[in-house]
């Protein structure tokens, strides 16, 4: 065999500088004259730089092969290389480029995501309006370009905690804006939004329209509208009516777009926790996940209260339907998660639209936990779903508690997996409680790093804030639990959510972590992102790390996370990923695949 050549362009430390591109000789060129077991060989092999498994007996081994969209020979380079055949394309990992199993995202909303990013929408998030004159230019040239066939005016991000100087909105204020065009304004949060009277006339919306389940329209002291609305329910009920539907090929392209944004951070899975069964949906998503270019596995938690149920299982090698999702509760930047103390009264949490009259310790979804079990009871005895409860505050947690207790009652599965989402102000107990009824947890980390200033000094207060998503504590009742983004509510970044679980650090600069006692170990932290994210979704016999058998979805970072300083993670790059051995176009030019030699 003649020499073989690797291409290179080296980084120093994860986020350096690019060097020129250059040739190199592969070390040890003797593992490439391995003697072949006299098949076909092997369609991948990696080795050098760091292989982690996240197999904890053969946790670092040298060499990895893939062959048929398999995981076909994990160990020593010397064992590895006898599947070495002729079209074999050898992957050498250049300094410290570390393979791993792909990321999984066992709680997000990547079809959510996927409008909220499209054109229908004009982003006002933090990420490129860092002041009310920021947001302010968008509109105002959103305006300057509206027609009058222009149907409604679209704005998601909208965030007083990240950008202060953003005014309080209402109706009224909007009118400001314009009384031509019904317009929308979607908070970061995603549990409230903000709308003019044009737009509660266009979706037939009144004074006197009762609140949608689930959902709130605010109003005065009068009874009047405010402008105001909380929730899902309640924001589907204005922005349904928003007229021209996208085509579907306007949908199809938004969504692969929002999907190559999960792979580009390396997500090989990822998750839509509200899926609603709109008309075409299915035919939609079975048109974009079977296209070559779909870099990801999607997983589709369906809303309990849709018209239409679905069969679970899946549709096809891309997509699946994988559970029911509830909700107990909602957000603590909306004033809806249900806490047992009053939230902080002041000129934030006001602007912020917190219910401080009705609700100053934000609401349940459920009058009980016999009515939430109740609606659960269908699901758990079907047994073919995974079922989830968006449960954030004490009380909410306590109510989704009692509901699984009593269904569990009625039978329980060995293996159901039920999962509580996010989990705030979960307390020790109530994880004490969990861990007996094989309830397991999906943690919201960007609480800590976005607001977890805000969270101590203007909506919770210190001791509530410092113990906000105590991870640490659900190792320590040994329940196997996972991190999430709520993508749109949160930027696409798994190696941030990482960072953050293990330093429990807020954002701003120098800052102190956030209650120490519950930073977890990167290794816990890694697995809450590989192995238990598989896990929760009951996949961990395909994915979630790499042994022999099992599906190649692979990720290679620039650096080994569990060398780098933890402050630094964020800074580590994603190189490519691999799903069932196919390599998935690198996230930008700039750090594309450059290791890759043939046998």
Same mark, same amino acid.
């Given at each position: 065999?003649?020499?073989?050549?690797?291409?290179?362009?080296?980084?120093?430390?994860?986020?350096?500088?690019?060097?020129?591109?250059?040739?190199?000789?592969?070390?040890?060129?003797?593992?490439?004259?391995?003697?072949?077991?006299?098949?076909?060989?092997?369609?991948?092999?990696?080795?050098?730089?760091?292989?982690?498994?996240?197999?904890?007996?053969?946790?670092?081994?040298?060499?990895?092969?893939?062959?048929?969209?398999?995981?076909?020979?994990?160990?020593?380079?010397?064992?590895?290389?006898?599947?070495?055949?002729?079209?074999?394309?050898?992957?050498?990992?250049?300094?410290?480029?570390?393979?791993?199993?792909?990321?999984?995202?066992?709680?997000?909303?990547?079809?959510?995501?996927?409008?909220?990013?499209?054109?229908?929408?004009?982003?006002?998030?933090?990420?490129?309006?860092?002041?009310?004159?920021?947001?302010?230019?968008?509109?105002?040239?959103?305006?300057?370009?509206?027609?009058?066939?222009?149907?409604?005016?679209?704005?998601?991000?909208?965030?007083?905690?990240?950008?202060?100087?953003?005014?309080?909105?209402?109706?009224?204020?909007?009118?400001?804006?314009?009384?031509?065009?019904?317009?929308?304004?979607?908070?970061?949060?995603?549990?409230?939004?903000?709308?003019?009277?044009?737009?509660?006339?266009?979706?037939?919306?009144?004074?006197?329209?009762?609140?949608?389940?689930?959902?709130?329209?605010?109003?005065?002291?009068?009874?009047?509208?405010?402008?105001?609305?909380?929730?899902?329910?309640?924001?589907?009920?204005?922005?349904?009516?928003?007229?021209?539907?996208?085509?579907?090929?306007?949908?199809?392209?938004?969504?692969?777009?929002?999907?190559?944004?999960?792979?580009?951070?390396?997500?090989?899975?990822?998750?839509?926790?509200?899926?609603?069964?709109?008309?075409?949906?299915?035919?939609?998503?079975?048109?974009?996940?079977?296209?070559?270019?779909?870099?990801?596995?999607?997983?589709?938690?369906?809303?309990?209260?849709?018209?239409?149920?679905?069969?679970?299982?899946?549709?096809?090698?891309?997509?699946?339907?994988?559970?029911?999702? =509830?909700?107990? @509760?909602?957000?603590? /930047?909306? &004033? !809806?998660?249900?806490?047992? $103390?009053?939230?902080?009264?002041?000129?934030? *949490?006001?602007?912020?639209?917190?219910?401080?009259?009705?609700?100053?310790?934000?609401?349940?979804?459920?009058?009980?936990?016999?009515?939430?079990?109740?609606?659960?009871?269908?699901?758990?005895?079907?047994?073919?779903?995974?079922?989830?409860?968006?449960?954030?505050?004490?009380?909410?947690?306590?109510?989704?508690?009692?509901?699984?207790?009593?269904?569990?009652?009625?039978?329980?599965?060995?293996?159901?997996?039920?999962?509580?989402?996010?989990?705030?102000?979960?307390?020790?107990?109530?994880?004490?409680?969990?861990?007996?009824?094989?309830?397991?947890?999906? =943690?919201?980390? @960007?609480?800590?790093? /976005?607001? &977890? !200033?805000?969270?101590?000094? $203007?909506?919770?207060?210190?001791?509530?804030? *410092?113990?906000?998503?105590?991870?640490?504590?659900?190792?320590?009742?040994?329940?196997?639990?996972?991190?999430?983004?709520?993508?749109?509510?949160?930027?696409?970044?798994?190696?941030?959510?990482?960072?953050?679980?293990?330093?429990?650090?807020?954002?701003?600069?120098?800052?102190?972590?956030?209650?120490?006692?519950?930073?977890?170990?990167?290794?816990?932290?890694?697995?809450?992102?590989?192995?238990?994210?598989?896990?929760?979704?009951?996949?961990?016999?395909?994915?979630?790390?790499?042994?022999?058998?099992?599906?190649?979805?692979?990720?290679?970072?620039?650096?080994?996370?569990?060398?780098?300083?933890?402050?630094?993670?964020?800074?580590?790059?994603?190189?490519?990923?691999?799903?069932?051995?196919?390599?998935?176009?690198?996230?930008?030019?700039?750090?594309?695949?450059?290791?890759?030699?043939?046998?």
């Amino acid at each position: 065999m003649g020499q073989q050549l690797a291409r290179k362009k080296s980084e120093s430390a994860a986020g350096g500088s690019d060097q020129e591109l250059q040739l190199e000789q592969v070390p040890d060129d003797s593992l490439l004259e391995a003697e072949s077991d006299g098949n076909d060989g092997a369609d991948l092999i990696f080795l050098g730089g760091t292989i982690l498994t996240i197999d904890e007996s053969n946790p670092t081994p040298e060499a990895l092969a893939v062959q048929g969209g398999r995981i076909s020979a994990v160990g020593k380079a010397s064992d590895v290389f006898k599947l070495l055949g002729p079209n074999t394309e050898v992957v050498f990992l250049q300094n410290d480029q570390t393979l791993l199993p792909g990321f999984i995202e066992p709680h997000s909303h990547a079809i959510i995501n996927a409008d909220t990013t499209s054109e229908r929408y004009h982003d006002v998030t933090r990420s490129t309006c860092h002041s009310y004159a920021d947001v302010k230019k968008v509109m105002d040239e959103v305006l300057a370009e509206a027609v009058p066939e222009t149907p409604w005016l679209l704005f998601w991000g909208w965030d007083p905690i990240l950008v202060r100087d953003l005014p309080l909105l209402s109706a009224d204020k909007l009118d400001e804006y314009t009384t031509d065009y019904p317009v929308v304004v979607v908070a970061q949060n995603g549990h409230c939004a903000w709308v003019n009277h044009k737009a509660f006339e266009a979706a037939g919306v009144d004074d006197s329209t009762p609140n949608p389940p689930g959902g709130f329209f605010d109003h005065d002291s009068k009874g009047r509208l405010t402008g105001l609305v909380r929730e899902a329910p309640g924001i589907l009920a204005i922005i349904s009516k928003v007229e021209p539907v996208p085509t579907p090929q306007e949908t199809c392209e938004a969504l692969l777009k929002s999907l190559k944004t999960y792979s580009s951070q390396g997500f090989t899975t990822v998750t839509e926790m509200a899926q609603a069964m709109v008309p075409g949906i299915n035919e939609l998503l079975q048109t974009v996940t079977t296209k070559e270019e779909c870099p990801v596995r999607l997983g589709l938690y369906v809303l309990h209260d849709s018209k239409e149920k679905p069969a679970p299982g899946y549709r096809n090698p891309k997509l699946w339907y994988a559970g029911i999702k =509830f909700f107990a @509760d909602g957000s603590p /930047y909306a &004033g !809806t998660m249900a806490v047992k $103390e009053p939230y902080l009264d002041n000129e934030l *949490t006001r602007r912020l639209g917190f219910p401080r009259e009705e609700h100053p310790c934000g609401a349940l979804v459920w009058k009980n936990a016999d009515d939430l079990a109740a609606a659960i009871e269908p699901f758990h005895k079907d047994g073919s779903w995974l079922i989830a409860i968006h449960s954030h505050g004490e009380r909410a947690i306590d109510q989704a508690l009692e509901a699984y207790d009593k269904v569990l009652r009625t039978s329980c599965p060995d293996d159901h997996r039920y999962r509580m989402e996010h989990l705030g102000l979960v307390t020790d107990d109530q994880l004490g409680r969990a861990a007996e009824l094989g309830v397991t947890a999906t =943690f919201y980390s @960007d609480h800590i790093y /976005y607001y &977890g !200033t805000v969270l101590r000094d $203007e909506i919770l207060g210190e001791e509530r804030a *410092t113990r906000f998503t105590p991870v640490a504590l659900a190792t320590k009742h040994g329940i196997r639990w996972t991190l999430h983004q709520d993508t749109p509510c949160s930027p696409v970044s798994p190696l941030r959510c990482i960072k953050t679980a293990v330093t429990r650090k807020p954002k701003e600069k120098d800052s102190e972590p956030l209650g120490p006692d519950f930073c977890v170990s990167i290794d816990d932290a890694i697995k809450a992102y590989t192995i238990n994210a598989a896990w929760q979704l009951k996949l961990d016999h395909k994915l979630g790390s790499l042994e022999v058998g099992k599906i190649a979805d692979l990720l290679i970072l620039s650096n080994n996370p569990k060398t780098v300083d933890p402050n630094q993670l964020e800074d580590i790059q994603v190189v490519a990923t691999y799903l069932s051995g196919r390599c998935m176009k690198a996230p930008n030019e700039k750090h594309e695949a450059k290791f890759v030699l043939c046998a």
